[in-house]
């Protein structure tokens, strides 16, 4: 196992930010921490790099204990931490020369690594980090994070206030890092990135909902989802919160995601009832559930 | 697992001279920080010059060669030696000899004369009979600061010349000067600003750099990185105190320099028991700018512990502007916990007395002893985690 | 400018010495329309909205909001709108019940009104256990909620909110664009500015801008349509798709640096 957690525990205070975590992440595995701000992601992640001390349970990472072990992990593992932590009055290649020496290598060393990413921001090596923009310090930083070849990657809501193209790049660099053996724990708040992993962790209030490929935590879903769309996205949502079938609804962009109580009903019913309720350009279809469908099932 | 970075490790050279190019490699980040951010090397060079010419311009311009006159009711040995000792001084020019009382307000009314001496009658023998005498100083008040400082300069003169008297006679004479002005013993020199000017400096460049810095760190979060490698704490912090040594040795030297090339001010000791003790307190101030930075989490936090918890009693209770043998008992209790006192004591000694290690290894193994205590306290505080 | 429409832009430009920031644009608003901002970190949306919330003077063209001129009417502009964003919506030291009264203060709102629009908005979030904690210690989703009610209590004309549901849990998310329909079915018109496409979708309406410029303007759908792709994210991956990477070249546009 790259990475294994045992019923992992953290309180800062009163607040349980972690209870009974347990998940183990294969060598060479893309594995997503999935969840909402607040949802725990950081300390399981500051846990691991050895940051934090988890309050109850064990914790390994390439072997090594987080706890007994720190100085070995921390010289085996790169960690990006949430916020792009560089120096932003140094220049790219001055981050990443300082990042190189500490860790007692150099950019040459290791460029076949970071080449690819390299490559990109390397126009811009005399620029200062903080006059970079989001999906460029994003890139420095994953470099800086890989620059000593480490085993295991700790990526921290590595996309977050990212715009979507870079945040599309990213994710083939992730997938390309993954071919060179790098074992990688990513965390997100974005549902949608799910698919893009291995396997996922579904977590929210601490707490791990389902771990499982994001293939199958879809397949799981127990209910059919109709896209429910009118003139009226307020009024429609009114109108289905009072049906008495009712079982979910959720907006979903143009639509609404709607289930019902019944294993199986007309969607003409259905139909008739938004027409009484005086919606029109009513259109009913069944649809295929995504990552955040089962994560609001499973978080219900 | 064992990982191919412990393997190369083995070689022991290998291993040195890695340690040596990490350790030159975060030096040259942080000068790359310090000479980036102007407000710092604002604070770390502008600050130290503008503070010394500002107090040194701001003190002799106003006591040198001031316009007296003199009303002298006696006329004996007592006053004559007095007033040639006022008018030796470079501060007092005698411009006037008064014959009555009336003249004073005349000589005021001119606006040459910034002050006026007057003896009382029978001045000397008062002195050896009643072994007191006394001497009116009438300041022009106008600009009460000089006029405070005048006093001073006088009373300071007075004070020398009944010392002097006192050694070669028994019996104690005793010089009442007539003044409303609070005597302040301590300043016999014009140049007492400077012990007190560096000693702020390098609490200033010490204490809160440092403290900065390395909350900047954490901050940024780039300590959470530094953490997660195989930097030891004790690596991260040497990185960082080094080069502020280096730049507050530079602070010191320029202001010793620009004292004695600029306010000519001599310095009677050895100039390198003077460097020695400088780098003590630069130390006593990083170690102190360490452990601030282990309590306070932001820039914010570290600017106003530094600036609360270091500079104010360096200001207030080190000595420097209010002496510490005036203040309430209490205050001179909680005086002795502040390293800054027994700096300024140590430095004040070699500048300005020019005495030797003989006097001042009291104060210097106060200093040491604070160093210890503040550098372990802060190795015990600083967090190798994040809690 | 018609009874329609609440926001009219018209060449809009802004620029910061040789660079360009906005270029151009034009778009109209209408009357209780959830309109979606969009486009790449340092595409000029920033730059847009603030100008049209009246705290940045454009260096040419027109534009009219809540039927106020951006030029000569900025005080006016700012007592009709609403704004929220992810970076700063609230006091995090101030209880639940401070907050509300001090931004009811701040647009005027006499002490009777905030007291029963208080115990209004309060009921209807279902805060009242809570109204004397302090914000700082509610989950995010709670804050966003309360800040966006907060936004609409001097009953503006338009909403403008920056990124509002970022790293908001996806049910809060929902209750939260529920309250934004709500809000756009009484009439108020719902300005959003993010780079996330999944907040696009929801929309009425989307433009997207790119290097400066609006590149696309129309409903998701027939964005959709046009692109022949299936979602908003792969609308703006075909648009945006700029010699990448992109940066930033002005002040002010420097909008990520989180």
Redesign the interface.
Known sequence: MSISLNNISKSYKKLKAVQDISFDVNPGELFGLI?????GKTTIF?IL?????PGEGTATV??FDVVED????????G?M???F??????TVE?NL???A?????TIEENHDLIEDIYV??EP?KNRRA????????Q?LALC??LI??P?VLFLDEPT???????R??FWEMLKRLQKKNITILVST????EAALCDRIALI?NGEILEIDTPEAIVNKFPKTIYNVGAD????L?QSLQKYKYLYSV?????FVHYTDKRDSFEVADLRSYLEKEGLVNISIEVAQPNI?DA??EL?R | MQLKINDEISSPLWELEWKMKRFIGFIKKEFYHIFRDRRSLFILFGMPIAQILLFGFAITNEINNVNIAILDHSKDASTGEIINKISASKYFTVKQILTRETDIETAFKKGKIKAVLNFEKDFSRNLIAEKRATIQIITDATDPNTANSITNYINAILQNYQQEKNRTIAVEYQIVPQTRMVYNPELKSVFMFVPGVMTIILMLVSAMMTSISITREKELGTMEILLVSPLKPFQVIIGKVVPYIFLSIINASVIVLLSIFIFKMPVQGSLFLLGLESVLFIITSLALGILISTIAETQQAAMMISLMGLMLPVILLSGFIFPVASMPVPLQIISNIIPAKWFIIIIKGIMLKGVGMAYVWKETLILIGMTIFFIGLSIKKYKIRLE | MKEENVIEADQLTKTFGEFTAVNAISFEVKKGEIFGFLGANGAGKTTAMKMLIGISKPSAGKAAVAGFDVYSQPESIKKNIGYMSQRFALYDDLTVKENITFFGGIYGLSRKKIREKREQLISELGLENISNKLVGSLPLGWKQKLAFSVSLLHGPKIVFLDEPTGGVDPITRRHFWEMIYKAADQGTTIFVTTHYMDEAEYCDRVSIMVEGKIEALDTPKKLKEQFKVDSMNDVFLKLARIPSPTLPKGKGENTDCN
């Open positions: 969840g909402p701000d607040g949802a500051r790099t050895t940051l934090l001390i390439a072997g720190y100085k070995e992990i921390r010289n085996s593992v960690y931490p949430g916020r932590s560089l120096y932003q009055d140094l001055e020369t300082f990042f020496t500490i860790f007692g290598t990109q921001i811009f903080g006059k970079l923009s989001g999906g460029m310090k890139k800086c994070a000593h070849k085993k977050t206030g990212v715009d979507p193209v870079s599309k790049e708040p974005y549902m949608d929210q009226n996205m307020y009024k949502i959720f907006p979903f962009g143009e955040e994560f609001m978080a």
